[in-house]
């Protein structure tokens, strides 16, 4: 049936043929068990019928179009920013460091320089 008029089909399938304006609106389709009338199933769809001279992103495969080209560009944009975050973040590992790399090739000893005043006397190197 559709909504707004008075008139039925009983039958499982509906074909709209030639669909002009007029046939634009919402179709239901009402299944009901014939001695249960608790046990029923009503689906409904809308129909749209454009005019000829609509524009494209009127139409359903303009919209997909939309919507498809997006969510690519959202896509993009979310890779582009990690890329740029984490080369930012490994420059930003490489430029500092918490030891210089001259120290880091020798071994420090307890009685160096480089070390802190201990109480111990081994010559083992801490490093």
């Known amino acids: 049936m ?3 008029e008075d008139w039925l089909v009983p039958s499982s399938k509906l074909k709209l043929r030639s669909v002009r304006m007029e046939n634009s ?6 299944a009901q068990h ?3 009338s608790t046990l029923r199933k009503t689906r409904t769809i809308t129909v749209t019928v454009l005019p000829e001279d ?18 690519g560009a959202g896509l993009l ?4 920013s990690v890329t740029v975050c984490l080369c930012r ?3 930003a590992r490489k430029s500092k ?6 120290s880091q090739k020798k071994p420090i000893y307890t009685a160096s320089t480089e070390s802190l ?3 111990t006397g081994d010559k083992q190197p801490l490093v």
């Open 77 to 80: 944009l979310l890779i582009m």
């Open 89 to 91: 973040r490994a420059s």
């Open 54 to 71: 609509a524009p494209w992103y009127d139409t359903t495969e303009g919209r997909l179009t939309l919507m498809i080209s997006g969510a």
């Open 97 to 102: 460091g918490p030891i210089d790399d001259q």
């Open 25 to 30: 609106g919402s179709y239901s389709c009402i």
């Open 34 to 36: 014939p001695t249960v």
């Open 2 to 4: 559709k909504e707004g």
């Open 117 to 119: 005043p201990s109480t």
